[in-house]
């Protein structure tokens, strides 16, 4: 079902009106239903791997929590020798447990995702035709939902929280249908629970999350689409054109990127809010970030906490790591004692960050580029305060805030030449592009905006000066107060000028994913 | 508790531990400042802080991680 769709969007109102008319406690149901019913419209196969995968993981958490509950049933009575050995005969055994089923899971999402990525890089090597590719069906959404399933077991072993014993329950929370295509990333403790609540409706809820679901449609529909149209006109054809038109191609992108993924979680987390949930936050003002490290905090949020929980600090906080700490410690300083896990860690991190994304070496290479930025950071912090204290530069000035900003937002859209670009190669040539001179021609603003008519570009102006304005006044804590103060006539008229837009100006390349740049990884 | 607060200052001089009870829900430390915590008390106080020990209760104020170290001192 595309999401970009009047069928969506009258499949949402049917499922809210299904929610709020039975009784609260049988609510769950109605979305368990219309979730696997959403999810059963992209094929039944889809379905099939989702309760399969699922079910590998509830019954993994629930024998991991058995052991549990047995060992805490039973400690009570043992002395403390016989106790450290059955904490450590129930660790071994939760960690059986554990892998079997992360094994599993993983393994299958990475033969299905990694497959042919693998078939051609050892075809590089072969001659003639090498080994034939595969067709297989690539569930939507599993690199979203299998990270979730990951999340919730490990938390289990981890003794975060208890297994769910229902997994009917526990289908709910996996395949809730405004988060199982693109995220976010959700914890069970967080969602699970919220889906165990019984909830009222609000009128003010709907009309709040009406808002939000038009407000991402806005952005999705007529600032990320059309922008597309005019960057892909730029890519075709930029040798005809001096480098600054490049220029700006890759700093809209990532507008783009910023408008169609939280167009995309504006919608998800509207319906959700109709229903009472609450759907964790993915991105926080990211371009208002003052360096690329704090970028990667706020942006895509989730999947930045999920790595740094799961992958991060167990690289980083184990015996290997701290041999490594010591022995930096011993040879180079504390300095290095403090820095090198990290960067050891770093590097699978963002290895892993990259692949995730995409079954491509360019994403890998992104990755990588992000990975060195951080690290020159983190290396060079000390030099640079003492840089910025011999300038007088303070830090709270609105002049160095503004600069870090700006500093931060074009080495983000750099960094995307190699995710941005249909290849490794194609961003190189972009590159060298970029460097070739006439950078520095002046360009009237409407002949940039190459494809698009002027009424276009307008409202694309008018929809990223909103966003930018939307973003500093939740930065400033300001956004519920302005809302809230806002004159009725004022909103209504924003309202209708969002839904007018949509009218006129929508009709990008949609297919069944609703087009969403993030749907596809 | 003396020898944390100097730790926790010597890889964040910008905060002040005596006082700061809201390290993690405030974002005042991110995950490099927690590895690096983790590394020097580990070194220091010769525990083994694990993942499962990184939670906000521990890490939001000094007498937290302090609680946290006294805990797994009295485990050994």
């Known amino acids: ?521 | 508790m003396d020898q944390l607060i100097e730790i926790m200052s010597r890889i964040r001089p910008d905060i002040d531990f005596m006082t700061a009870t809201t390290l993690i829900d405030d974002d005042l430390l991110d995950s490099f400042d927690i590895i690096a915590i983790v590394g020097e008390v580990n070194h220091e106080f010769d525990v083994e802080i694990n993942v499962n020990d990184l939670l906000p209760e521990n890490f939001n104020s000094a007498s937290a991680l302090y609680e946290l170290i006294k805990k797994l001192q009295e485990e050994d």
């Not at chain 1, 020798?81 to 960690?95: D, M, N, S, V, Y």
């Not at chain 1, 590719?133 to 959404?141: A, D, E, H, N, Q």
């Not at chain 1, 050891?344 to 963002?350: E, N, P, S």
């Not at chain 1, 409407?446 to 973003?471: N, P, Y």
Request: net charge positive; proline share 2%; charged share 20%.
């Open chain 1, 1 to 521: 079902m595309n999401v970009a769709s009047f069928l969506f969007l009258f499949f949402v109102a049917a499922v809210v009106f299904a929610y709020y008319c039975v009784p609260p406690r049988h609510r769950w149901l109605v979305l368990l239903a219309a979730s696997i019913f959403f999810y059963c419209t992209y094929g039944i196969p889809h379905v099939a791997y989702l309760i399969i995968s699922s079910l590998i993981i509830f019954f993994g958490a629930l024998a991991m929590q058995k052991a549990s509950s047995q060992y805490a049933n039973e400690s009570a009575s043992l002395d403390k020798q016989e106790k450290k050995q059955r904490k450590e005969a129930l660790k071994k055994k939760k960690k059986k447990i554990s892998r079997i089923a992360i094994a599993i899971v993983l393994g299958v999402w990475i033969v299905l995702k990694y497959t042919n990525f693998m078939i051609s890089n050892i075809n590089a090597f072969l001659p003639g035709d090498g080994i034939s590719y595969v067709s297989w069906i690539m569930p939507l959404g599993i690199s979203f939902y299998t990270f979730d399933l990951l999340g919730y077991l490990i938390d289990v072993y981890r003794d975060k929280y208890e297994a769910e014993t229902d997994y009917l329950r526990f289908l709910t929370y996996v395949s809730f249908f405004p988060h199982i295509i693109q995220g976010p990333f959700s914890r069970y403790d967080d969602l699970g629970r919220q889906l165990k609540q019984e909830h009222r409706f609000s009128y003010d809820q709907l009309m709040e999350g009406a808002t939000r679901i038009l407000w991402g449609f806005f952005k999705k529909l007529v600032v990320a689409d059309k922008l597309a149209v005019m960057i892909a006109a730029i890519k075709s054809s930029y040798t005809e054109r001096p480098a600054v038109f490049l220029v700006f191609a890759f700093l809209m992108y990532s507008f783009q990127l910023y408008a169609d993924f939280t167009g995309y979680m504006d919608i998800m987390s509207g319906i959700s809010h109709i229903l009472g949930i609450k759907l964790a936050e993915n991105f926080r003002q990211p371009y208002l970030s003052k360096t690329v490290d704090e970028f990667w905090r706020r942006w895509h949020i989730t999947l930045g906490e999920w790595f740094r929980d799961y992958v991060f600090y167990p690289l980083s906080m184990n015996s290997m790591a701290y041999k490594v700490a010591n022995y930096a410690r011993s040879h180079w300083g504390n300095k290095a004692a403090k820095l090198l896990p990290s960067y050891i860690a770093l590097f699978f991190v963002w290895g892993a960050t990259g692949l995730w994304h995409e079954a491509d070496w360019k994403y890998v290479l992104w990755g990588y580029v992000n990975m060195l930025i951080i690290m020159y950071s983190m290396q060079f912090a000390d030099t640079h305060l003492k840089i910025r204290q011999r300038l007088h530069i303070k830090e709270d000035s609105l002049f160095w805030n503004l600069f870090c900003i700006v500093r931060t937002f074009v080495l983000i859209s750099f960094v995307r030449i190699f995710s941005g670009s249909e290849s490794i190669t194609a961003a190189i040539s972009y590159l060298r592009y970029l460097f070739s001179g006439s950078l520095f021609v002046a360009v009237p603003l409407s002949e940039l905006f190459v494809e698009l008519k002027t009424s276009e570009m307008i409202v694309i102006i008018v929809g990223i000066i909103m966003m930018i304005a939307a973003d500093i006044w939740n930065e400033k804590g300001q956004w519920n107060d302005i809302r809230q103060k806002c004159p009725m006539l004022l909103r209504n008229g924003i309202l209708a000028m969002l839904i007018i837009s949509i009218i006129l100006f929508a009709g990008g390349e949609n297919d069944l994913l609703g087009g969403f740049m993030y749907a596809r990884f």
